[in-house]
RNA sequence: GGCGACGUACCCAAGUGGUUAAGGGGGAGGUCUGCAAAACCUCUAUUCACCGGUUCGAAUCCGGUCGUCGCCUCCA
């Protein structure tokens, strides 16, 4: 089997081949850092990052970019409203964006590039935009893409842009471009606005030529595998692609990849409309990282997502029974003998894991021969019938098994001073037989938003959700 | 108006021409346990929005109807 990714340009699924044997490049639209991301733009991310853990897995060398869009409209309004410089802001949600991403486990891309940091690369890029007749100034300095000039402008979007319903907004608009369709390559200055002095005059970029400038700067003129969310195809994407490839003659990406929104009450989760929820929401309300990392990678990426509290629930419920397993494979000690067949129990769920993972990151069929392997164990393990070799190599195996997907284990996490001695004592009055006092501390500790668990080997504790205490 | 996605059990979600319609959650009963929890076992869709058609055979293909969502404007 070989990896199969749906290609948005030919709207098709095809094989992947990258452009060079066993090397991957790829780009990720990241954040705009003028607010903390939420869950919806991590669906995005984490997809993004699953894609670039199983390439890790299959033995590609992966370079992964991810760009932080760090000026923009927004961040100038909002930083104007909090009287700040709009660096001030954009370190702020910089830093709240790369913990979110870390929680959630997402791989650090190998280059996180900011926009206010390339401009140089951009003001090139414009420079041969200029040189070739593909863009032009307007009175006020700003700098437009033309889109008469390049005859495959819609290929992403599978549109005819002679189509494109122009709105009443046009003339909302503060520029003056030629034809409506026409996108900024370039703002010029604005009084109060953040502006550059360069080769092509004073300003500040315009949204898509950041990621054009970037990724080239880093991946090369043509590169393997561009993400984001669908709602980037068009024009972010499709703007990306005309003036890169009006600018170097070469196709810009080869395969663009981009995954469906995640709905909430069956409605796109969005700032704008107020409908969305933040990881820190989530986690004040007691759900972990890793269950909320599983509920946002745990359904193919290019269905709508519906996320909720029940979903939360659900994969809560799910990633803890996966870490019960390892926690019981980890601690088990048996004279049995192994079974000659444990390789090929393990080898059948490698399988189905890859064959899921290669149809387009079917993740469903990947994780359900997870499961069903994990039934598996937990029968042998009852049944006394696993020896100490395969339960650590099916752990083992596990634990690679999630190097793509990121949530079995809980992190260490320390458990306060107070309820660990709580815990001590507990186990203390156990050992006396103690039921009275055992399962009053049991209770006191649930209180506190643990929960303990007898096993063979002695007591378990984990963290409770909100909903589940009593 | 244009383009696109989708409608599978109580919830989420695989399956896209042919054995018993994955998996997770939830629910019911049972085993185990000092009691629990975890784990295991059994049950929980004769049916895949609806109506026609093609076929020996369709959730899967075709046509129609209804419904939902997204993009066309900042947007992951």
Redesign the pocket.
């Known amino acids: 089997m070989t990896l199969r990714l749906t290609n948005t340009l030919t709207?098709r699924q095809g094989a992947f081949v990258p452009l060079e044997p066993g090397r991957v490049r790829m780009y990720s639209?990241?954040?705009?850092v003028y607010a903390p991301?939420?869950?919806?733009?991590?669906?995005?991310?984490l997809?993004a990052d699953l894609l670039r853990r199983y390439l890790g897995w299959l033995g590609f060398e992966v370079t992964w970019v991810m760009n932080i869009?760090d000026v923009?409209?927004?961040i100038i309004r909002d930083a104007g409203r909090e009287g700040v410089p709009i660096g001030e802001l954009t370190a702020r949600y910089t830093s709240a964006f790369l913990e979110d991403a870390e929680r959630l486990r997402m791989t650090r891309p190998d280059v996180m590039p900011r926009a206010t940091e390339h401009v140089p690369d951009m003001v090139a890029l414009i420079e041969s935009l200029l040189a070739t007749g593909h863009a032009y100034r307007t009175d006020d300095g700003s700098i437009f893409f033309r889109i008469a000039s390049w005859p495959s402008y819609g290929q992403l979007?599978?549109?005819?842009p002679t189509?494109?319903?122009?709105?009443e907004?046009v003339e909302a608009d503060d520029y003056d471009k030629d034809d409506?369709?026409d996108?900024a390559v370039w703002k010029g200055p604005k009084e109060g606005e953040p502006s550059w002095d360069t080769a092509i005059g004073p300003g500040r970029p315009g949204?898509?030529i950041e990621c054009s400038a970037m990724s080239m700067r880093y991946l090369g003129t043509t590169f393997d595998i561009h993400?984001?969310?669908?709602?980037?195809?068009?024009?972010?994407h499709e703007d990306e692609i005309a003036q890169s490839e009006a600018a170097t003659g070469k196709q810009f990406v080869r395969t663009w990849m981009?995954?469906?929104?995640?709905?909430m009450g069956?409605?796109?989760?969005?700032?704008?409309?107020g409908?969305?929820e933040r990881p820190a929401d989530v986690y004040a309300r007691g759900y972990s990282p890793r269950a909320l990392r599983y509920?946002l990678i745990?359904?193919?990426y290019?269905?709508?997502?519906?996320f909720?509290e029940?979903?939360l629930?659900?994969?809560?419920?799910?990633?803890?029974?996966l870490g019960?397993?390892l926690?019981?494979l980890d601690a088990h000690r048996s004279d049995a003998t192994g079974d000659p067949g444990f390789p090929a129990l393990l080898g059948e769920t490698r399988e189905r894991f890859t064959a899921?993972l290669d149809?387009?990151l079917?993740?469903?069929?990947?994780?359900?021969?997870?499961?069903?392997l994990?039934?598996?164990?937990?029968?042998r393990?009852?049944?006394g019938t696993l020896s100490t070799a395969d339960a650590q190599s099916a752990a083992a195996f596990l634990r690679d098994l999630d190097r793509v997907l990121g949530v079995m284990e809980e992190g260490d996490e320390a458990l306060e001073p107070e309820l660990s001695a709580m815990l001590d004592e507990r186990a203390a009055a156990?050992a006396a037989?103690d039921?009275?006092t055992?399962?009053r501390l049991?209770d006191e500790l649930a209180e506190r938003g643990v929960?303990?668990?007898?096993?063979k080997t002695g007591?378990?504790w984990?963290r409770l959700v909100e909903a589940q205490r009593g």
């Not at 469903?364 to 069903?372: G, R």
């Open positions: 709207g639209c990241g954040p705009t991301a939420h869950v919806g733009n991590f669906r995005s991310f997809f869009t923009d409209d927004k979007a599978h549109i005819d189509q494109q319903r122009v709105g907004r409506v369709r996108f949204w898509h993400t984001g969310g669908v709602d980037l195809i068009f024009p972010h981009h995954c469906a929104h995640l709905q069956g409605q796109k989760m969005a700032k704008r409309t409908n969305i509920a745990a359904a193919q290019r269905a709508p997502l519906e909720g029940d979903s629930r659900a994969a809560t419920a799910a990633v803890e029974r019960n397993v926690i019981a899921a149809d387009d079917n993740v469903s069929p990947a994780l359900a021969a997870v499961f069903d994990a039934r598996e164990l937990n029968r393990l009852d049944a156990r037989r039921w009275a055992s399962d049991r929960a303990v668990e007898d096993t007591q378990r984990r």
